[in-house]
């Protein structure tokens, strides 16, 4: 796949996997859209981009809205050409409190999670179809396989994405547009700098926007990496319960005051 010329939009492009995937494909020579609501960082990014040789704009957007994500698109489009790819990177992270006391982050989990991603989705689908050309994809995570203790809402969310980009492949097979769903362990990113526990198989936020570029080269349908991580989980989805809230009591009872002490 050549990446010279590629017009491929990343909603989550002002930080951490999001905006490494947009220096890396800039570097490819691809045309990047770059979708975020801070879009102060974003024309920074862009800037950068630009002054580096590269080609890339800032289409700031809430993808939670659907009519900004279709505005957001249309710009670029109407910019640089029709989008060939997308790249849903945009996404939120919060534990899950024992009594769901905190349903607003929930809300937000899934509106921008899942959400986010269909209307990304939405928004460059129908001319994908016409053009019988086109590739999409989002950023899931290995937690789509496993409903880990506090984390309930990000974990369904990303399994709710993974389910959904399935379905999709699958509806689309013949249409000339492909589906990728991309499922990454840890990545040091500013929504893992805040955990306090030693997290397996820790990426960078480079290595993994590479790892994400050649799973989009070789147009997969699920790429799980890293590969030891997705093994960890693996079994860990083949644990008892009572194992895994042991695994997890220490982080719960820091991160959710509330949960039950060490079992
Ligand atoms: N880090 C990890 O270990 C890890 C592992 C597996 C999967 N993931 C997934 O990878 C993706 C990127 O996460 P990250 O670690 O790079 O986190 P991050 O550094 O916090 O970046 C999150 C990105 O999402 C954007 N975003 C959040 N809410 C948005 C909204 N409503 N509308 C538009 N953009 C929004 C943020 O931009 P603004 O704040 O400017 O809007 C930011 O660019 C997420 O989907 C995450 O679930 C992360």
Same mark, same amino acid.
């Given at each position: 796949?050549?990446w010279?010329?590629h017009?491929?939009?990343?909603t989550g492009?002002?930080?951490?996997?999001?905006?490494?995937?947009?220096r890396?494909?800039?570097?490819?020579?691809?045309h990047?859209?770059?979708?975020?609501?801070?879009?102060e960082?974003?024309?920074?990014?862009?800037?950068e981009?630009?002054?580096?040789?590269?080609?890339?704009?800032?289409?700031?957007?809430?993808?939670?809205?659907?009519?900004?994500?279709k505005?957001?698109f249309?710009?670029?489009?109407?910019t640089?050409?029709?989008?060939?790819?997308?790249?849903?990177?945009?996404?939120v992270?919060?534990?899950t409190?024992?009594?769901?006391?905190?349903?607003?982050?929930?809300?937000?989990?899934?509106?921008?999670?899942?959400?986010?991603?269909?209307?990304?989705?939405?928004?460059?689908?129908?001319?994908? /179809?016409? %053009?019988r050309? =086109?590739?999409?994809?989002?950023?899931?995570?290995? &937690?789509a396989?496993? $409903?880990?203790?506090?984390? +309930?809402?990000?974990c369904?969310s990303?399994?709710a994405?993974?389910t959904?980009l399935?379905?999709m492949?699958?509806?689309?097979?013949?249409?000339?547009v492909g589906?990728?769903?991309l499922?990454?362990g840890?990545v040091?990113?500013?929504?893992?700098?805040?955990?306090?526990f030693?997290m397996p198989?820790?990426?960078?936020?480079e290595?993994s926007?590479?790892?994400?570029?050649?799973? /989009?080269? %070789?147009?997969? =349908?699920?790429?799980?990496?890293?590969?030891?991580? &997705?093994?960890?989980? $693996?079994?860990?989805?083949? +644990?008892?319960?009572r194992?895994l809230q042991?695994?997890?009591?220490d982080?719960n009872?820091?991160?959710?005051?509330g949960?039950?002490?060490?079992?």
């Amino acid at each position: 796949m050549n990446w010279r010329g590629h017009r491929v939009v990343v909603t989550g492009a002002s930080s951490g996997i999001g905006l490494a995937l947009a220096r890396e494909l800039a570097l490819r020579g691809a045309h990047v859209g770059l979708v975020a609501r801070r879009a102060e960082a974003l024309d920074a990014l862009a800037g950068e981009l630009k002054s580096a040789g590269g080609m890339a704009i800032a289409c700031p957007a809430d993808c939670r809205d659907l009519q900004a994500i279709k505005e957001s698109f249309a710009f670029f489009e109407a910019t640089v050409g029709p989008i060939q790819s997308v790249i849903a990177a945009a996404g939120v992270g919060y534990p899950t409190a024992i009594d769901l006391s905190n349903i607003e982050q929930t809300v937000e989990t899934f509106g921008t999670n899942v959400l986010g991603v269909i209307h990304a989705f939405h928004a460059a689908l129908p001319g994908m /179809l016409r %053009r019988r050309e =086109g590739h999409l994809s989002a950023v899931s995570s290995l &937690s789509a396989f496993k $409903g880990f203790p506090g984390e +309930s809402a990000y974990c369904a969310s990303k399994a709710a994405v993974n389910t959904f980009l399935e379905g999709m492949r699958i509806q689309l097979r013949g249409t000339g547009v492909g589906i990728t769903a991309l499922c990454p362990g840890f990545v040091r990113t500013p929504m893992t700098d805040c955990n306090t526990f030693d997290m397996p198989f820790l990426l960078e936020a480079e290595d993994s926007a590479k790892r994400i570029i050649r799973a /989009l080269e %070789r147009r997969a =349908g699920v790429a799980c990496f890293p590969m030891r991580m &997705s093994w960890l989980v $693996g079994l860990l989805r083949r +644990s008892p319960d009572r194992f895994l809230q042991w695994l997890f009591s220490d982080y719960n009872a820091k991160a959710l005051p509330g949960s039950p002490p060490k079992a």
